[in-house]
């Protein structure tokens, strides 16, 4: 998530502090992506220092305002007309974790998938329930949070898809390797453990 180029897009809309900058990102992705304030300042400061920022002074309450400067418009300019980039996708907690799990001895992988559909279906369920919530009592200010939260639908239902793959793969691992290793265990070769067919009756 780019935090640098949520905080330049929200300083294009008007000038703000940095606790502003957080309420307001937090406010149009339904907080779904919670902001550390301590990230917000930081952020700030090396958008300053690239001349993406100015620093417009205390507004007498203790704050320091920011403003986007020409060449931060720029850049914001620049990052809504670029795609996303898919060469180095973000990591994947639960890939990383079934890759891990098939290659280690002792893991019950299935229970893993089972969990794991468990909770994500509870999450799609919450979804879209908010989605549904939302909707009916959709104002303008709306629209970006239900935009979020149909990513999170489309995400979630593509998640538990995989999940129902993964285990159909879990399934066939076993029943293959299932017969070749009761062969082995009886002293039997593959040849001989193997499927009678229409070639190998000849």
């Not at 935090?3 to 149009?28: C, K, M, N, T």
């Not at 998938?113 to 009592?137: E, F, G, P, V």
């Amino acid at each position: 998530m780019s935090i640098r180029h949520s905080l330049l897009a929200l300083l294009q809309d008007q000038p703000r502090y940095g606790y502003q900058l957080r309420v307001e990102f937090e406010d149009r992705t339904g907080s779904t992506w919670p902001l550390n304030i301590g990230q917000v300042y930081t952020t700030l400061d090396r958008l300053e220092r690239d001349g993406l920022v100015s620093n417009d002074g205390g507004d007498g309450e203790g704050h320091v305002v920011y403003s986007i400067t020409e060449a931060g418009r720029a850049e914001v300019r620049g990052w809504f007309s670029t795609p996303v980039e898919r060469s180095n996708p973000p990591r994947n907690e639960l890939a990383i974790k079934l890759a891990l799990a098939v290659t280690l001895p002792g893991v019950d992988v299935a229970a893993i998938i089972q969990a794991q559909r468990a909770a994500s279906m509870r999450a799609l369920q919450d979804y879209t329930k908010s989605r549904r919530d939302t909707a009916a009592n959709q104002r303008a200010a709306d629209t970006a949070w239900l935009l979020v939260l149909d990513s999170l639908i489309f995400q979630t239902e593509a998640e538990i898809r995989w999940l129902d793959l993964c285990e159909a793969r879990m399934v066939q691992l076993a029943q293959a390797s299932g017969p070749r290793s009761q062969a082995r265990k009886n002293g039997v070769t593959s040849e001989e453990a193997a499927p009678l067919t229409a070639e190998n009756r000849r």
